[in-house]
């Protein structure tokens, strides 16, 4: 499969109307079959986001002699409770989360393995989980703190660890490695990371305690398997909520979304800056508050964002310039240099792809500076590869005078398949082609 190959090409002015769901969260796919892979027993998992990075942690787990059924693209039912050397190195391609939470699993095994990704993935940066794996005694090495990632069979116990960066991935790779140690395996984090795999773990019977900041996890219980519907990601909806926003006459609701307070930092920014949008929880999913999300065009007024909001919304800065952009006034962004090691650099990259349509951005060392309202122009930008900056982009062009075409797109499907024709369900005029 050429990943370059597939593009967007967005036409601007149509609005957004309609009522849509999105596909299931990314973080709580990958979570529900590596987690699965570990309960004594039998999970069912519906609503299952089948994308590019989720199916590398499914293959993964089926590598390791895990059974799975897949009755539908969503539905699974995972028969947990072994796992077993894979013949060869695992690859995560492009999955963060997938390789992270999935090392922490494979640190406690008692047989090695080797992690390895896409040239994107060993990029980025391994320390982070390296680091406190190694001190909990695991065997783990790398090249130089990227992947692939060598790991040997060894003792591991608790430890009291305070995370530097506020990561879920770092936490989850931690707190997985902490259910093979000896003794409690205490965790504080410097600010509020999504908190699914707390979540899920104490859904399954885990020995876990929050307080505040701090995460105890106390080993020995056996995992019980799940039975969940994963909620719609808030990360996807994002792209829709600003889209309808930003073009005039748009009207969309969006169901059965994740509302997990560590997810929703965009919406506070968002009503910050007037955003005419209406929350309406509706029920419980996988232990996760989920609902329904009205979003009709706003004028936006420009905002701060910093502090705890901050990886409150990690996934979402890319498509707040593009918001920003649209709206009145200055907005500011501090803080949030962790965007620079994700897929991309995505301060980096989208101050540079939407420069090519005009945008006037100030990048800062932790963040950006955006005065609006600016018009953009419409123009022949890149998705490099990376999921969010590809959707981001083709939002801006909904917005960009005349017609925008985003290359290398196919990524969107990393995260959000059907990105392009959910937004044509709902009007928009983008289409998918091939280069
Ligand atoms: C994720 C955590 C975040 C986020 C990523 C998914 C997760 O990364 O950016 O898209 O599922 O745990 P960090 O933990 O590195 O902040």
Same mark, same amino acid.
């Given at each position: 499969?050429?990943?370059?190959?597939?593009?967007?090409?967005?036409?601007?002015?149509?609005?957004?109307?309609?009522?849509?769901?999105?596909?299931?969260?990314?973080?709580?796919?990958?979570?529900?079959?590596?987690?699965?892979?570990?309960?004594?027993?039998?999970?069912?998992?519906?609503?299952?986001? @089948?994308?590019?990075?989720?199916? @590398?942690?499914?293959?993964? !787990?089926?590598?390791?002699?895990?059974?799975?059924?897949?009755?539908?693209?969503?539905?699974?039912? !995972?028969?947990?409770?072994?796992?077993?050397?894979?013949?060869?190195?695992?690859?995560?391609?492009?999955?963060?989360?997938?390789?992270?939470?999935?090392?922490?699993?494979?640190?406690?095994?008692?047989?090695?393995?080797?992690?390895?990704?896409?040239?994107?993935?060993?990029?980025?940066?391994?320390?982070? $989980?390296?680091?406190?794996?190694?001190?909990?005694?695991?065997?783990?090495?790398?090249?130089?703190?990227?992947?692939?990632?060598? $790991?040997?069979?060894?003792?591991?116990?608790?430890?009291?660890?305070?995370?530097?960066?506020?990561?879920?991935?770092?936490?989850?790779?931690?707190?997985?490695?902490?259910?093979? @140690?000896?003794?409690?395996?205490?965790?504080?984090?410097?600010?509020?990371?999504?908190?699914?795999?707390?979540?899920?773990?104490?859904?399954?019977?885990?020995?876990?305690?929050?307080?505040?900041?701090?995460?105890?996890?106390?080993?020995?219980?056996?995992?019980?398997?799940?039975?969940?519907?994963?909620?719609?990601? $808030?990360?996807?909806?994002?792209?829709?909520?600003?889209?309808?926003?930003?073009?005039?006459?748009?009207?969309?609701?969006?169901?059965?979304?994740?509302?997990?307070?560590?997810?929703?930092?965009?919406?506070?920014?968002?009503?910050?800056?007037?955003?005419?949008?209406?929350?309406?929880?509706?029920?419980?999913?996988?232990?996760?508050?989920?609902?329904?999300?009205?979003?009709?065009?706003?004028?936006?007024?420009?905002?701060?964002?910093?502090?705890?909001?901050?990886?409150?919304?990690?996934?979402?800065?890319? !498509?707040?310039?593009?918001?920003?952009?649209?709206?009145?006034?200055?907005?500011?962004?501090?803080?949030?240099?962790?965007?620079?090691?994700?897929?991309?650099?995505?301060?980096?990259?989208?101050?540079?792809?939407?420069?090519?349509?005009?945008?006037? $951005?100030?990048?800062?060392?932790?963040?950006?500076? !955006?005065?609006?309202?600016?018009?953009?122009?419409?123009?022949?930008?890149?998705?490099?590869?990376?999921?969010?900056?590809?959707?981001?982009?083709?939002?801006?062009?909904?917005? @960009?005078?005349?017609?925008?075409?985003?290359?290398?797109?196919?990524?969107?499907?990393?995260?959000?398949?059907?990105?392009?024709?959910?937004?044509?369900?709902?009007?928009?005029?983008?289409?998918?082609?091939?280069?």
């Amino acid at each position: 499969m050429d990943r370059a190959k597939d593009q967007f090409v967005v036409n601007p002015g149509v609005p957004l109307r309609g009522t849509t769901a999105v596909p299931g969260d990314k973080s709580l796919s990958h979570r529900a079959v590596l987690l699965g892979a570990l309960a004594a027993g039998v999970s069912q998992v519906r609503g299952w986001l @089948a994308a590019g990075d989720t199916e @590398a942690s499914l293959r993964a !787990i089926q590598a390791l002699g895990v059974p799975v059924e897949r009755h539908s693209r969503n539905e699974l039912t !995972i028969h947990g409770g072994k796992l077993s050397p894979a013949a060869g190195a695992l690859d995560l391609l492009n999955a963060g989360t997938g390789i992270r939470l999935l090392a922490g699993i494979m640190a406690g095994q008692p047989f090695g393995s080797v992690l390895d990704g896409s040239e994107q993935l060993r990029r980025r940066p391994m320390k982070r $989980i390296l680091a406190p794996l190694q001190m909990m005694g695991a065997d783990i090495h790398s090249v130089e703190n990227h992947a692939p990632l060598m $790991i040997r069979p060894a003792e591991l116990h608790g430890i009291q660890y305070d995370m530097p960066v506020a990561s879920a991935q770092v936490k989850s790779a931690v707190l997985l490695a902490g259910l093979f @140690a000896k003794g409690a395996t205490t965790i504080t984090q410097p600010g509020p990371a999504r908190d699914h795999t707390e979540r899920m773990l104490s859904a399954m019977g885990a020995d876990l305690s929050v307080e505040g900041d701090t995460v105890v996890l106390n080993p020995g219980n056996v995992l019980q398997p799940v039975d969940m519907i994963v909620p719609g990601d $808030i990360s996807s909806a994002a792209f829709l909520i600003a889209a309808a926003l930003l073009v005039p006459g748009s009207d969309i609701t969006l169901t059965g979304i994740n509302l997990n307070e560590t997810r929703t930092g965009l919406l506070d920014v968002l009503l910050a800056m007037n955003a005419d949008i209406t929350i309406t929880e509706t029920g419980l999913e996988a232990g996760e508050p989920v609902g329904t999300i009205r979003v009709r065009h706003s004028v936006l007024k420009g905002t701060d964002v910093g502090g705890d909001k901050v990886v409150r919304m990690i996934d979402e800065f890319p !498509i707040l310039m593009v918001a920003a952009l649209g709206a009145e006034g200055t907005t500011i962004v501090r803080e949030a240099e962790e965007l620079r090691v994700k897929e991309t650099d995505r301060l980096a990259v989208m101050t540079a792809e939407l420069r090519k349509l005009g945008a006037e $951005i100030t990048e800062t060392k932790d963040g950006f500076v !955006i005065t609006g309202p600016q018009d953009l122009m419409a123009g022949v930008v890149d998705g490099h590869d990376d999921h969010r900056i590809a959707m981001s982009m083709a939002v801006a062009g909904l917005v @960009a005078e005349g017609r925008t075409t985003v290359l290398d797109a196919r990524c969107a499907g990393d995260s959000f398949p059907g990105f392009a024709e959910t937004l044509v369900s709902l009007g928009a005029d983008v289409r998918v082609s091939e280069m």
